[in-house]
């Protein structure tokens, strides 16, 4: 396989067709498709199918565009060390970024980021993980800063673990039942959850299972974004459950209560969670340690708003 190659896969899959390929890569419609045909006959493997309204990709060809943006990936990580060691910080950086955290330290950190690595592009994920995992494993997303399944952990992602956090039943300011005191009291409820593909039976048993709860599901509607997920609860009444700083954090300071109750639920992780056997880039490893500075100086100030958020947070580095 050659680098010219990967190219015309990853164009070819990012723009449906070859001729927007050639256009992106600035080549001849013709310099792609005998990229791409030299491609599936060097693996003897058919890649794509041809239709009229594009390319589609095989299983075989969706697994070798998995890899070669991870390959061209490391090769911009590697062009970004270059540049570094020259003394220029260039290239770009993709984070995902757990919504509490957006909502919280976040533009502190973007500022401290900014002023150290100006010429870096930036570009940052509502990381909620369901959105990032696919993101990660491709290559496309740098690093997300979130929780991550300490069985997902083992597997294919590495954490540096960061802090913990406490989790609750979140309701919207003045819903019916915002006196429940038990899971229990909640199950004829509508709920919005938010989940990765295989983390819903961790989410299931945490929430519900171990608590001898059963939910019917087709009580939940399963929301991919904060906004999506706010709104269901702020306008169609129904419950959700996550981290418990979200009832401080604006914009649901005043809109959203967290229910104290008699079931206990384990402390969240907050980690940077990254590809496992794949090194940080220099911006990466700065953006991180911009995180960490903010976190730290709001965890040591003395004012109320910032020990608040410490109320339900503890500092694990």
């Known amino acids: 396989m050659k680098l010219h190659q990967l190219q015309a896969l990853i164009a070819s899959a990012e723009t449906g067709s070859i001729r927007a390929a050639a256009r992106s890569l600035d080549i001849s419609q013709a310099a792609v498709t005998k990229a791409l045909r030299e491609l599936e006959t060097s693996q003897q493997l058919p890649l794509f199918v041809r239709t009229p309204s594009g390319l589609n990709f095989t299983e ?4 070798l565009l998995t890899h070669a943006r991870l390959v061209l990936k490391q090769l911009e990580h590697a062009q970004t060390e270059l540049d570094y060691m020259r003394g220029k910080a260039e290239g ?5 970024v757990t919504p509490w955290i957006a909502l919280t330290f976040l533009p502190e950190v973007v500022l401290a980021f900014r002023e150290r690595m100006p010429e870096v592009k930036l570009e940052l994920f509502e990381s ?12 496309s997303m740098d690093f997300a800063i979130g929780q991550l399944h300490p069985s997902q952990a083992t ?5 540096e673990t960061l802090l913990d956090y406490q989790t609750s039943v979140l309701l919207r300011q003045g819903h019916a039942r915002q006196g429940a005191q038990s899971i229990h009291d909640l199950l004829d409820q509508n709920w919005t959850l938010n989940y990765a593909p295989d983390g819903h039976d961790a989410l299931m048993q945490d929430l519900f299972w171990k608590h001898g709860a ?6 939940i509607v399963r929301a991919h ?5 706010q709104m269901l609860v702020e306008r169609a009444d129904m419950c959700t459950w996550g981290p418990s700083i979200l009832s401080i954090a604006p914009p649901f300071l005043g809109r959203v209560v967290s229910l104290s109750m008699i079931e206990q639920f384990e402390p969240r992780q907050l980690s940077i969670v990254s590809r496992r056997n794949s090194a940080l880039s220099n911006p990466a490893v700065c953006f991180t340690e911009c995180l960490l500075q903010v976190i730290r100086r709001h965890a040591r100030s003395a004012k109320k708003e910032h020990r608040q958020l410490f109320e339900t947070l503890r500092l694990l580095v």
Do not use: H, T, W
Request: charged residues 25%; proline residues 3%.
């Open 92 to 96: 770009r950086l993709c984070v995902g």
């Open 60 to 63: 075989y060809g969706k697994v």
């Open 225 to 229: 974004s904060l906004a999506i997920l």
């Open 128 to 139: 909620l993980m369901a959105v990032a995992q696919p993101l990660l494993r491709d290559g």
């Open 214 to 219: 059963q939910l019917d599901e087709k009580r």
């Open 155 to 159: 597997q294919e992602f590495a954490c």
